[in-house]
């Protein structure tokens, strides 16, 4: 029996839909990501504070940029930052405390991870990149050591940070493979050193990426739309 015109308009519909899913996995598409667009309230304090969810990206719904520190004393602060107009940045650092991240993967492979980080004359400059895909009871690293610069510093090649200007030496990336297609996946930017007091680093642009990757039932969808184009004609 021959399917109806109306059924047929209607599965073309959702084999569209499921088309347009699809054609997301040709390319990397941005997962989540925070380019600071609102100020930390003057006067934050503590060992821990939490920014909020990603500001652009395909799955920002709880996703999640906070801070924590082993000092109560430490400021959180929104001063300019790499190119926007705000950043977010904290003084106080110990080893081990950190900058965190969390997002869903879900659906998503080859996922990769950059942020733009600077420092103080007196900021921690030596940085780890760790992961973990079960909520924190076991972590990997993705990057033993990363040198944050301070902008500005004679022989850098670059300036202080402003919210016209944005500069490639500050920015970090790499390659987050065992990622892929977690409901939920952190990353964190771990001090390896304890500095003066009132050091500070402050980091913007944090963004997590991927190449979607559609449900099966996506991909028996495209084939329908290709049916029905051959039945119709």
């Given at each position: 029996m021959e399917p109806s015109v109306q059924n047929l308009s209607k599965l073309t519909?959702?084999?569209a839909v499921a088309a347009s899913a699809l054609s997301l996995s040709a390319s990397g598409a941005v997962i989540a990501s925070w380019s600071m667009?609102?100020?930390v309230t003057t006067?934050?304090?503590g060992t821990s504070f939490t920014y909020g969810a990603a500001d652009a990206g395909e799955a920002t719904a709880g996703s999640s940029l906070s801070s924590t520190h082993a000092a109560a004393a430490?400021?959180?602060s929104s001063p300019a930052g790499n190119g926007s107009t705000y950043s977010l940045s904290s003084n106080n650092w110990a080893i081990g405390d950190y900058y965190q991240v969390t997002v869903s993967t879900s659906n998503y492979q080859e996922v990769s991870f950059s942020w733009d980080q600077s420092r103080s004359s007196t900021g921690p400059s030596s940085f780890e990149l760790?992961?973990?895909?079960d909520g924190g009871s076991t972590w990997s690293t993705l990057m033993a050591s990363?040198?944050?610069?301070q902008a500005g510093l004679a022989g850098t090649n670059t300036t202080s940070w402003n919210a016209t200007t944005s500069q490639a030496?500050?920015?970090t990336s790499t390659a987050a493979a065992d990622a892929s297609?977690?409901?939920s996946v952190i990353f964190r930017i771990r001090s390896l050193v304890t500095t003066a007091a009132a050091g500070t680093s402050r980091i913007d642009n944090v963004v997590v990426s991927g190449t979607f990757v559609p449900a099966p039932g996506a991909v028996a969808l495209l084939g329908l739309a290709g049916l029905i184009n051959r039945r119709r004609r």
């Open positions: 519909i959702v084999a667009p609102t100020s006067g934050t304090v430490t400021a959180y760790v992961m973990s895909t990363v040198t944050v610069i030496a500050f920015t297609d977690h409901a």
